[in-house]
Structure formats: C-alpha cells, structure tokens
C-alpha cells in the first residue's frame, strides 16, 4: 500500500542515491496501471448492478444450483428425514422401520411416446415382475396418422427409468423442456390409448425425438448428441446444463431431412454405441468425439441409427430384432473404431439382413437387468435380461412383430 510514510522514504532514498529514481517510478507506474484496472473493473461491476444484469446472473446461478440441488433430492428419494433427538446415538430398529415407511417406493417408470409429444406412463415394481409378464396393453390404435400428411408416424418409443427421474424432452428443431417424471400420469396399464395421453405439444412443425433421464447429469463430464443419419457431437457438462437453462440444444444435424435421434450422458473414458436398423454397430471412444457435428458412420440410403447408449461397466450388449431374436454381444469384444471412416460392424448375418430382419432396440446390460417390448399386437411384455440370453428369443410361438425394446 502506498501511504504518506512510503512517500516521504523514496523522497530520501532519490536524495541519497538518485540512480534509484527510474526504479521507484516504474514501480509506481506499474501499481497505478493496477489501480486504473481494477477502478474499471469495479466501475463495470457497478454499472451492472445499476442496470440490474449482474442481479440477473447471480440469480440463474441461484436457480441452476437449486435446480440441481432438487434433481439429487428426487434421486435420493425426497427430502431427507431427520432423525428425532432420542436417537443420537445407536438407532433401534422400530426407528429405521418408522423412517422406512416415510421414504417413497422406488418404482419403475415405462413411458412410450410418439413424434406428435403424446407420453403414456406405466408404473412398475421390478420386485414383483416375472420374466415375459405383460405389463400392458393398447385399447387403440398404436400408430397414428400424421394429421397434416395423412400418412402413418413412426413406430412409438420407449423409455424404461426410475420414477423419481427429471425427463428431458427433446425436439428435433433443438427445442427441450424439462419434467419430473411424476408429472406424467400412470395409465391404465390394461387400457393404454393415446386419447387419454399426456401431451408435450410441438410447435410448428417440430417433433419429439427423444426423451433423455437428466436427473444426474451434474456427475457426468460430457453428453452426447446422435443423429439419425449417423451424425455426433459432444457437449460439455456446463455447457449441457446451460443449455437446458435456455431450452435449447440445437438440432445436432449437418443437413435435412436428417433428424436428432438420442442423447447419452457420459464420462470421458466411457465407449459410445450406435446401433443402426439394419444390423449395424460402431463403438466409439468419448475422448474422440468432436465438439461439431461430424458423420462417425456410413449408413446406406435405406438405413438409419434406432438408439445410440454408453456401455459404462455392463458386460454385454444386448440386440433385439423385430421378429423377436435376442441377439448377445460381449462388451469387451467390441473394437473402437480407429478413425471415422472405420469400416461398421455387422450385428445380423447378411443372408438374415436381405430377407428383411430389422434392429428394434439394443442396449448395454446385465443379467439381472429388465427388457421391456412393445409388440404389434398392442402388449407390452418384461423380459429378464438372463432369460434372453438364455432363450435367445422373446416368443414361444406367437406369431407377431416387436416393434420397439428398451433395457433398464
């Protein structure tokens, strides 16, 4: 700090020895420069307090982190429950059966959901489920006509995830919004019909291409972006969440009439699949994938990707066709691709490929995971992953299609 004390010391030291003078002056040149800096800097803040843009700022800040604080609160089951004042020691077990029963159950939620932001909502508890249980049914029709076009909409998707998750919905013009999934109604599991479905409308002529869990995407480093035409990008974490703030991603396409198709969470050593509908795979390593959006994979005309997932620590990757074959790969043998010219992998035999077999659905998993099939005679059906492999089909002898799969 210069202070009259200070002053008065160089004064006697210039007298004394005046070669010291240029060293003094600099030195004092040098601290002024970093006082007119920091008055401009404390001239800008006040300016933006003033006109109120930094208030706006520290109150996003607010509201992300609160935002992200009540995402961990729902995965962790609610608010915390605090333990009375007699137990501040050992607790007895009739306190852990009373605090059990104020915690929610943990459900499972499957949602299937069209182009037009129609959701239906079954819940389930994995606990109860036998392999190849049906869990629901279709009072209507499954796909519906385009109301513009006239002509049919693609098949419905699936998604199958905790209850207590935030959903991204995600547009293919970029557009998302954010819901817990308990917004969504539970159906009638035996009556489903998009009559009586939640809506999420389109604006314009969007539709919805994806819906993604988010509720723990603060413990990612990374999500990724996948086209339907074979097109990736990556997104930082920060920068994922920013984008979400605004409701906005972008469309993740290099050109129309190519579409978003999914959205993954990942970490930076984690290994991307893309899974195509006509038997095509390619692993990708995260730490290649570019910020702009680039074609990792060659499709043909005909051909499109159906899912893309991260494989993180499950052992296998599971494929499941429309004629209902369940298709076993093991994770550790799928080979990275080295470049993004890298020749595809075939997942189904060609001779299998050109009578007309077609990837419904895949997914990374364990035996102990859950399968969930839309079939084209209205049913949905749960699979454990073990029978799958076991069988390595999802029919005995019925004679109808799937029409989509998901994994949990």
Known sequence: M???E????????????????????????NRL???????EELLSENIELRTGRKVEEFESRIANLQYQADLLKRQLRGEA???????SGEVSQQAKEDLAKTAPIETTSLLVYNIFGQVLRVELDLKKLESRQRVGSFSGEIVLKHPETGLLSPIPRLLATSSQEELLFVFDSGRTVTHPATVIPSGEAEALGWQ????????????LATILPVARMSMYEFSVQVSRRGCVKKIKEASFESHIARGYIGTG??????????????????????????????????????YTIEEVLHLGITDHIVTAFIIGKKPSILVVTHNGKALQREAGRLESAVTFKTRRQAIIPKERREAGVRVVGA?????????????????????????????????????????GFTTV
């Open 2 to 4: 210069i202070n009259p």
């Open 6 to 29: 200070k002053i008065d010391e160089w004064i006697r030291e210039v007298e004394e020895r005046p070669g010291s003078a240029a060293v003094i002056i600099r030195y004092i040149a």
């Open 33 to 39: 420069r970093e006082l007119v800096e920091r008055n």
């Open 81 to 87: 429950v605090s333990l009375p004042a007699e137990f």
């Open 196 to 207: 009586g479905a939640y809506s999420e409308e389109p604006r314009g002529e969007e539709e």
């Open 253 to 290: 396409i290099q050109s129309a009439p190519d579409k978003t198709c999914s959205l993954a969470l990942c970490g930076l050593d984690d290994l991307l699949v893309l899974v195509s509908k006509e038997g095509f795979l390619v692993t990708l390593e995260i730490g290649d994938l570019p």
């Open 363 to 403: 997914g990374a998993v364990t035996e102990g995971d859950w399968g969930f099939a839309l079939r084209s005679d209205g049913k949905l059906a749960a699979y454990t992953v073990g029978d799958l492999f076991n069988r390595g089909s999802l029919f005995s002898e019925e004679q109808v299609e799937i029409l």
